[in-house]
């Protein structure tokens, strides 16, 4: 495999690239279905459908993890450890929201899992506790393209430790890390290497396997930022063999959480900052103060609605190929793992679409992987500039249109700074999820072309 493409992610379905049809993609009855679970897609705005390609930022959630936590704050809001019902029946949510964590990024055991108020006190917490083992030269390899949370808390054991922080640079045409870079980063000094599974700002899948595989030869650990890529792909940790993973639910389809995967054997052996007496043992070692059981009962509700997308893959007119064996007897592991192979066989078509539709528009460029047989090498995340207007304004226009869209750095500092755009605004980015739709993307390109001051009709269209 060479070393600048991605090994695979633990997808549970290869694409066919630049194929004009999925065969597990949500279509017709099947899409409708999906969204009519989630409620804020009912919102209107001037007379028109709202369009939610806000998705990088934080998803929109169905209908029962809603429910499900305002039944948790009616019938069992209680504190943690009580010898009484509702103490109990909080504990036991709480408990089970481990489990299915664990089978969602297919972790050994429920006790890998430890969840926070979200992925960035998460990772400052880890990094306190691995910098509590290192010394005065040490080394920590961080990227160019990673979210700042996966980079200010390293950068802050220099400081702190004396400890050295090497860098990976990326490639400017294509946003993809230059594994030569890394190679050059590593060395006897090395102790971790802290890289992202997927860009959040320009949706580059990394080769992280072999990230993993390069940090561990040098004898370092591995901290994997998998927040944008959880809504896209399935995760494996023990595949992908990292020390350390984090997500955050409310990227996909959760409430606002964060989940961190550690090995036992590290959340064991690590010192974690917590008050006394409580216990040595993870993952309570780690969960500093009352977990909020509302939004853990949310999760929970949030992966059930995975499990029934995996296991009623065959709605009738909703697929166009059969799921694959999820039925009757699959453990929550399987459904998980079917309901992001569906998931990841939508968005490959909308990432399509999308891709061409943007190619339509006047003035508009667009940053990363823009060959569509590297759409593998992808999720439906798009970050682009259009001449002679600020993301700002591209925003604020598609926003009164009713299309939610981002711009800036998107917390990407070094990725904005390395493409020379830090000055300008940074990037307007779109990013679609299993829940969107094609006339979707048809609407958004429409607005851009309007923007842009031409006219533009189903661009995207085949």
């Given at each position: 495999m060479p070393a600048d493409r991605p090994s695979s992610v633990s997808a549970t379905h290869s694409p066919t690239a630049g194929a004009d049809t999925e065969p597990l993609a949500l279509t017709g009855a099947g899409l409708a279905a999906v969204r009519a679970q989630f409620p804020a897609l009912a919102r209107m705005?001037?007379?028109?459908?709202?369009?939610?390609?806000?998705?990088?930022?934080?998803?929109?959630?169905?209908?029962?993890?809603?429910?499900?936590?305002?039944?948790?704050?009616?019938?069992?809001?209680?504190?943690?450890?009580?010898?009484?019902?509702?103490?109990?029946?909080?504990?036991?949510?709480?408990?089970?929201?481990?489990?299915?964590?664990?089978?969602?990024?297919?972790?050994?055991?429920?006790?890998?899992?430890?969840?926070?108020?979200?992925?960035?006190?998460?990772?400052?917490?880890?990094?306190?506790?691995?910098?509590?083992?290192?010394?005065?030269?040490?080394?920590?390899?961080v990227t160019r393209l990673d979210h700042d949370a996966n980079v200010a808390p390293w950068l802050a054991l220099e400081e702190e430790r004396g400890v050295r922080v090497r860098w990976v640079e990326i490639r400017t045409d294509d946003c993809a890390l230059d594994l030569t870079s890394l190679e050059r980063a590593l060395g006897p000094r090395s102790r971790l290497v802290a890289a992202s599974l997927a860009s959040n700002a320009v949706g580059t899948l990394n080769p992280i396997a072999r990230i993993v595989e390069m940090a561990h030869?040098?004898?370092?650990?591995?901290?994997?930022?998998?927040?944008?890529?959880?809504?896209?792909?399935?995760?494996?940790?023990?595949?992908l063999?990292?020390?350390?993973?984090?997500?955050?639910?409310?990227?996909?389809?959760?409430?606002?959480?964060?989940?961190?995967?550690?090995?036992?054997?590290?959340?064991?052996?690590?010192?974690?900052?917590?008050?006394?007496?409580?216990?040595?043992?993870?993952?309570?070692k780690w969960e500093t103060g009352t977990l909020p059981g509302e939004a853990l009962a949310g999760l929970l509700a949030t992966f059930e609605y995975l499990e029934e997308l995996g296991s009623t893959a065959r709605v009738a007119g909703g697929l166009s190929g059969p799921a694959g064996g999820v039925r009757g007897g699959a453990t929550r592991r399987d459904r998980l793992r079917a309901a992001m192979a569906v998931i990841g066989a939508t968005e490959r078509r909308l990432a399509r679409r999308t891709?061409?539709?943007?190619?339509?528009?006047?003035?508009?460029?667009?940053?990363?992987?823009?060959?569509?047989?590297r759409?593998?090498?992808?999720?439906?995340?798009?970050?682009?500039?259009?001449?002679g207007h600020s993301p700002r304004e591209v925003a604020t226009q598609l926003g009164r249109r009713g299309i939610a869209a981002w711009d800036g750095d998107f917390y990407a500092y070094e990725l904005i700074r390395t493409l020379g755009l830090a000055e300008s605004g940074g990037l307007i980015r779109v990013g679609a999820v299993h829940y969107n739709t094609e006339e979707e993307i048809d609407r958004?390109?429409?607005?851009?072309?309007?923007?842009?001051?031409?006219?533009?009709?189903?661009?995207?269209?085949?």
């Open positions: 705005q001037n007379g028109r459908p709202y369009v939610y390609l806000d998705g990088p930022g934080g998803t929109q959630v169905p209908r029962r993890t809603i429910e499900a936590m305002a039944s948790y704050l009616e019938h069992c809001n209680a504190n943690h450890g009580g010898a009484f019902g509702t103490s109990e029946d909080s504990d036991a949510t709480i408990a089970e929201a481990h489990a299915a964590a664990a089978d969602f990024i297919s972790a050994a055991m429920p006790h890998e899992i430890v969840f926070g108020q979200n992925m960035t006190t998460l990772t400052f917490a880890a990094s306190r506790a691995i910098g509590r083992t290192l010394r005065a030269g040490d080394e920590i390899v030869s040098a004898g370092a650990l591995t901290y994997v930022d998998a927040v944008h890529a959880a809504p896209h792909v399935a995760i494996d940790v023990a595949t063999d990292t020390d350390f993973l984090v997500c955050s639910p409310y990227k996909f389809f959760g409430p606002h959480l964060g989940l961190l995967y550690g090995r036992r054997e590290l959340l064991e052996r690590l010192t974690a900052y917590k008050v006394r007496p409580s216990s040595d043992a993870p993952p309570e891709l061409t539709a943007l190619g339509s528009v006047p003035g508009l460029e667009l940053r990363g992987i823009v060959d569509p047989n759409m593998a090498e992808r999720v439906p995340t798009f970050a682009f500039t259009l001449a958004l390109v429409e607005a851009l072309g309007e923007i842009a001051g031409t006219r533009i009709v189903g661009a995207g269209r085949d």
